[in-house]
């Protein structure tokens, strides 16, 4: 399990991240989101190990990562640059993280080439950006870490690409239990994949909750009616949020999914629809600063 307990870093004066406390469970999928300069590679850079915290503490379980090699083993990190030595092909990159990494599997890294179709003799630096984040996912998968850290993981990637590393990031997950941690701007790709969400703002992680249980708590109605919606109707619902779009009133509602349906059927509206609302939209309408805050982050 990754820990992080009341973590503080600063940069001279400034506060890069205060009062961060988290915990991931082994075989989670978590996805931390927040506007430019919120703090989410610090956040990152403490998981990995590589900055150490003023303050609190950041534990995968129960031993400090910090200046730990032997958790190290454990961990895979790609930057939002991904790391290779310059002049090296992606065959001298495998040879270096083979000596780093005891799980590392050679099996696995001839299947993942071949998957990729990669040409393992050309300088990693002559690639493309997204062949470099290809890469960088092939190197890292062949590693077996048990833990991936993965800061905006798909930039650059086209679509397929992205089709085909989320499968290979999912299945680990299944099979093995490896727990991720991403970071991203894109809530659309964080629902995607994450089942615990994180939100990060100004330093401070402001909302973290389980992806299923935000979702099964808000939706969004559409009703029409011959005369109108009933006023009793609307009292009960007591709607985050109205809008009217022709004939078609459009309700996002707190509760429980059937007893909405069932006060609803009840009124005997002409139109009806219960539908699930994005996380876009969720944060949207939920969380008022918040909901603002999250419309700069989205793409
Ligand atoms: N090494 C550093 N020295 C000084 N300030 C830093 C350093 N690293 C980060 N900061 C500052 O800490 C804050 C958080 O930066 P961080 O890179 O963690 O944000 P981020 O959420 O990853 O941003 P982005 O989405 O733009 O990549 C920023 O104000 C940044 O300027």
């Known amino acids: 399990m990754i820990e992080m307990k009341d973590v503080g870093k600063r940069f001279d004066r400034?506060?890069?991240l205060e009062k961060v406390s988290l915990s991931i469970q082994k075989g989670s999928i978590y996805g931390l989101i927040g506007s430019n300069g919120a703090g989410k590679t610090t956040l990152i850079k403490l998981l990995a190990g590589i900055y150490r915290q003023d303050h609190g503490e950041v534990t995968i379980d129960g031993s400090p990562v910090y200046e730990n090699t032997g958790l190290k083993q454990k961990i895979f990190y790609i930057p939002d640059h991904p790391f290779v030595f310059s002049h090296y092909t992606t065959k001298q990159m495998a040879r270096f993280y083979k000596n780093c990494y005891s799980s590392w599997s050679d099996e696995r890294f001839e299947k993942l080439a071949e998957l990729f179709e990669v040409n393992l003799q050309k300088k990693i630096q002559t690639f493309s950006k997204g062949w470099q984040r290809q890469i960088a996912f092939i190197l890292a998968l062949s590693a077996n870490p048990e833990i991936l850290i993965l800061d905006e993981p798909m930039d650059g990637l086209?679509?397929?690409v992205?089709?085909?590393?989320?499968?290979?990031?999912?299945?680990?997950?299944?099979?093995?239990?490896?727990?991720?941690?991403i970071s991203s701007h894109n809530l659309r790709e964080i629902e995607d994949i994450c089942d615990h969400i994180g939100?990060?703002?100004?330093?401070?992680?402001?909302?973290?909750?389980?992806?299923?249980?935000?979702?099964?708590?808000?939706?969004?109605v559409?009703?029409?009616?011959?005369?109108?919606?009933?006023?009793?109707?609307?009292?009960?619902?007591n709607p985050l949020h109205t809008e009217k779009r022709g004939?078609?009133?459009?309700?996002?509602?707190?509760g429980d999914e059937d007893s909405i349906a069932r006060q609803i059927r009840e009124t005997n509206p002409v139109i009806f629809d219960l539908l699930p609302l994005t996380l876009e939209e969720i944060f949207i309408y939920e969380m008022g600063d918040i909901g603002y805050a999250i419309k700069n982050v989205v793409v």
Not at 222 to 235: E, F, I, S, T
Not at 247 to 252: D, G, K, Q
């Open 199 to 220: 939100i990060i703002h100004s330093g401070t992680l402001i909302l973290q909750k389980e992806l299923d249980e935000l979702k099964a708590d808000i939706h969004k």
């Open 14 to 16: 400034f506060k890069a």
């Open 222 to 237: 559409q009703v029409a009616y011959r005369d109108g919606v009933p006023n009793h109707l609307l009292k009960k619902l």
């Open 247 to 254: 004939s078609v009133s459009l309700f996002i509602v707190r």
């Open 158 to 160: 086209d679509p397929v």
């Open 162 to 181: 992205r089709k085909k590393v989320k499968n290979l990031l999912i299945n680990d997950v299944a099979e093995r239990e490896m727990t991720i941690f």
